[in-house]
């Protein structure tokens, strides 16, 4: 059970080019998020999918797409990156409500990107 | 749109003292959870603690406890009993509504001094 796996772990860009951030749960969760980090500060949402099939946006969407594959896989893509999105992506997941806490998300390990 | 506030950007504490983190939050929703995470210089984030806002009783998970003063908007972690591997950044989230989205404070970086 490898939890929530995020690739690549680092990755350097040039302006303008693009790439997919790639991020898989094994946990039969059906929510699954996307955030990015900036120095000193704490997490901010950039994309969500609380169900297979849908996507909505969260606080920081411009400049990105997202694909919710299955329910497994959620893809975050960088189609002209720029140097404002270096950045550490983390991927994250969530169960449905009926637990006890309907909250808690589980992150991945992280992707640390810098564009030039 | 809710907000988390950390105002310490930084807290020192000496090996095997407790420390209290602050956390202040604003929201008009009624049921929500507060959490805390760490977030060591290797740069995961890991989950510590979670308080419902309907959990009548402080939240505790080993050294840790979440102080949660409801009528104040306030969810403090205390940490007792600090050790060397504490140290490490310390962000306070909110999550809540239909979605669960989770909304961080900025951080507090907590180092503990032997």
């Known amino acids: 059970n490898a939890g929530v796996t995020q690739t690549p772990k680092f990755q350097v860009l040039k302006t303008g080019q693009s790439m997919t951030l790639q991020c898989a749960q094994d946990?039969?969760?059906?929510?699954m998020y996307w955030y990015r980090q900036d120095p000193g500060m704490g997490l901010r949402l950039i994309y969500y999918?609380?169900?297979?099939?849908?996507?909505d946006k969260g606080e920081v969407p411009n400049g990105y797409n997202v694909s919710r594959l299955n329910k497994r896989e959620f893809s975050l893509r960088l189609e002209s990156a720029a140097p404002s999105q270096t950045s550490v992506y983390f991927c994250a997941s969530k169960e449905g409500p009926r637990r006890r806490n309907p909250y808690e998300q589980y992150f991945g390990p992280g992707t640390r990107l810098t564009v030039t | 749109a809710q907000k988390i506030t950390q105002t310490q950007p930084g807290m020192f504490v000496q090996e095997k003292e407790a420390v209290t983190l602050d956390c202040t939050y604003d929201?008009?929703?009624?049921?929500?959870?507060l959490f805390w995470y760490k977030q060591p210089s290797s740069g995961e984030m890991i989950f510590l603690i979670y308080q419902g806002s309907y959990d009548e009783q402080n939240a505790t998970e080993g050294r840790y406890s979440l102080n949660f003063q409801k009528a104040r908007k306030s969810a403090n972690l205390v940490i007792s009993a600090s050790q060397l591997g504490d140290s490490a950044m310390y962000f306070c989230?909110?999550?809540?509504?239909?979605?669960?989205?989770?909304?961080f404070g900025k951080g507090t970086l907590l180092t503990v001094n032997p």
């Open positions: 999918s609380a169900s297979e099939g849908t996507t």
């Open positions: 929201t008009s929703d009624q049921s929500y959870g």
């Open positions: 946990m039969n969760h059906n929510s």
């Open positions: 989230a909110w999550s809540g509504g239909s979605n669960y989205k989770l909304t």
